[in-house]
């Protein structure tokens, strides 16, 4: 049973556009929420994150969004730069503190176009 | 400040042959946690330490699989013996103790290849 889903497996965009990254999960006691960027032979890199709190938490070019009720979260890059082009993955963190642990998505490729 | 360090980075080893993967956390993080990444997949936690506890390990396939954390610092997986299903990326991450949502950070990861 997957928890977290990313159903687009890739995006491809324009350079200096923006990029839409979505992410839908099923267990409403999640309450908080991390977007990780993957280079390849590198492991996943902490990129930004939201409580439930909240519904947008905003850092530099890169924005979250939170929908509680639809169990929707998207991550928005504006503008995109080529050196963005990498796998995204969304996760949700089960239980809190050093007691939980992340259920991540599959990912999503997203490729940024010069 | 240095991040996570895995070793080895690439393991190649036929099936039925043990193998060991070392991963040492950034320094002061008292969490640690090893995930299982297959390919197209996120990755799947296997086990966590507080310290040198394992304080969440039901998702560790214990036939095969163990981990130690002997002195609460670095930290070694092992699989004995190895199955050609065991062939993904193992990462480790650490946290630093305290705080409701501490960050997971991750190391490089070790890609392993069961033929």
């Known amino acids: 049973d997957q928890q977290v889903k990313q159903n687009s497996p890739s995006l491809s965009v324009q350079e200096g556009r923006i990029s839409i990254l979505n992410c839908d999960y099923t267990n409403s006691m999640f309450d908080y929420f991390l977007w990780y960027k993957k280079y390849p032979a590198e492991g996943p890199t902490f990129l930004i994150s939201?409580?439930?709190?909240?519904d947008k938490n905003e850092d530099g070019r890169f924005t979250v969004f939170l929908n509680k009720s639809a169990k929707h979260l998207s991550l928005h890059i504006v503008p995109s730069q080529p050196g963005d082009s990498a796998v995204y993955f969304c996760a949700a963190l089960h239980g809190s503190g050093n007691t939980g642990k992340l259920i991540f998505g599959q990912g999503t490729t997203l490729q940024v176009k010069p | 400040e240095a991040g996570v360090v895995q070793s080895p980075r690439y393991k190649i080893i036929e099936k039925k042959q043990p193998v060991a993967f070392w991963c040492n956390p950034i320094s002061g993080h008292n969490t640690l946690y090893w995930y299982l990444q297959n390919l197209g997949q996120g990755p799947e936690l296997l086990i966590r330490?507080?310290?040198?506890?394992?304080?969440?390990d039901s998702q560790l396939p214990k036939d095969r699989f163990s981990a130690e954390r002997l002195k609460g610092v670095d930290s070694t997986l092992k699989i004995q013996p190895a199955e050609l299903g065991d062939s993904a990326v193992y990462l480790c991450?650490?946290?630093?103790?305290?705080?409701?949502?501490?960050?997971?950070?991750f190391g490089p990861g070790t890609r392993l290849t069961v033929l």
């Open positions: 991450a650490s946290s630093p103790g305290g705080g409701r949502f501490p960050t997971q950070y």
């Open positions: 939201i409580s439930s709190i909240k």
């Open positions: 330490y507080e310290n040198e506890e394992a304080v969440d």
